[in-house]
């Protein structure tokens, strides 16, 4: 059975790539990053989730970007946007898939595992620029480059990202259809310790479309406002 | 003064990328990390080098990746080797470099920095992959696809080796002439608290011949075996 690490944040779309790593027969290796996040809650959500998906492993990593902020996930001195941005919002947080990638590809050549998977789309999504192909692309290209396994094989590593050309209705179908228990899941920008969703920020009226849109009961629970 | 972000474990070779990044008229940002290795008498060595060369700030991530191990630097299981290795050694950290130029990048796009320095060389070294030209090349392409900074200005950010193609002996004579005081650096994989290197490791056999090569006095604290 082949290994693959699958980046988990606890959120809607992270849950389906599971999901996906888990049907197309992976033997799946969850990593999730503790990265000063407002949201830790969704830390929680990613325990749930690899829990019920059965993953051979969960490995939560810690790192502290908290200490250089540079963005309202991180910094609590900048606040969520509770309408929808303009261009790239300030929830994007610097260089932040690029290090998400790189810990799951040393986590990967330690397993001997070639496979890596990762929950990015590039359709209802916030604009966020490394969610974006050609910066997979380049990740994958560098991959080959950047270890002894890549070195000594002459192959680099398969950045798997099955949702990147879906809308937000299609992922929640294709998840719903593999049995994804999206309550487990939590999207929100500032979900409450409870992970109870805002129902406002970006990363909620997009999930809250995407289950219209869908015509799939939204299971997500609201705190009150 | 234009900021740049300047990787510095506390080893010879980010001394001297420091000091020249100082030379060339940067604003230096030095950045560390803890990621569980076994030699932390290092980060000790990176607090005294920054703050030597008076560098603007100083910053100490944290990146657990004695959780995922798979080197000798990161798991005490496996041991530092005392003699030559052939091919690329068991001190290799899966990934270690991607992760390192991650942080660097993130921590630089949150600074309005464009510039990052990093101590790599690719002659007198352990045959690392992440050290050598096409590696970073790959970086480098991908940090304008990777950032918001990227994105909206169509440049990437510049990733500079000043020591890549230098032989260790040059890098000294180098480090010398900008002033830079190898006496409170550590190189060697298993350093003791106080920083006294075990003078076997392929970390200490290559700075020790480059001090030789140099015609310089090799200031390194040896502890007695």
């Not at 990762?118 to 490394?130: E, F, L, R, T, W």
């Not at 809308?167 to 049995?179: E, F, P, T, V, Y």
């Not at 015509?215 to 705190?223: C, F, Q, S, V």
């Amino acid at each position: 059975m082949k290994r693959a690490v699958v980046l988990l944040s606890g959120g809607l779309d992270s849950a389906t790539a599971l999901a996906i790593a888990r049907q197309e027969g992976y033997d799946c290796h969850a990593l999730s990053v503790a990265y000063g996040q407002r949201h830790a809650a969704e830390l929680a959500a990613a325990q749930r989730v690899a829990q019920k998906a059965g993953v051979a492993a969960h490995q939560v990593m810690h790192v502290d970007l908290d200490a250089v902020g540079g963005s309202a996930l991180t910094d609590p001195r900048i606040g969520v946007p509770e309408a929808p941005s303009v261009g790239i919002p300030v929830t994007y947080v610097p260089a932040r898939n690029t290090l998400f990638l790189a810990l799951a590809l040393g986590w990967a050549e330690v397993l001997e595992a070639r496979d890596i998977f990762i929950g990015v789309n590039a359709v209802d999504y916030s604009g966020y620029p490394d969610c974006r192909p050609e910066f997979i692309a380049a990740f994958e290209h560098l991959t080959r480059l950047a270890t002894k396994a890549g070195v000594e094989s002459g192959q680099g590593f398969h950045v798997h990202t099955p949702l990147i050309h879906l809308s937000k209705a299609d992922i929640i179908r294709r998840g719903h259809a593999l049995g994804v228990d999206f309550g487990a899941t939590v999207s929100c920008y500032q979900a409450d310790a409870e992970g109870r969703a805002c129902g406002v920020c970006d990363s909620c009226r997009i999930r809250r479309e995407g289950f219209a849109a869908a015509g799939l009961p939204d299971p997500t629970r609201y705190r009150p406002r």
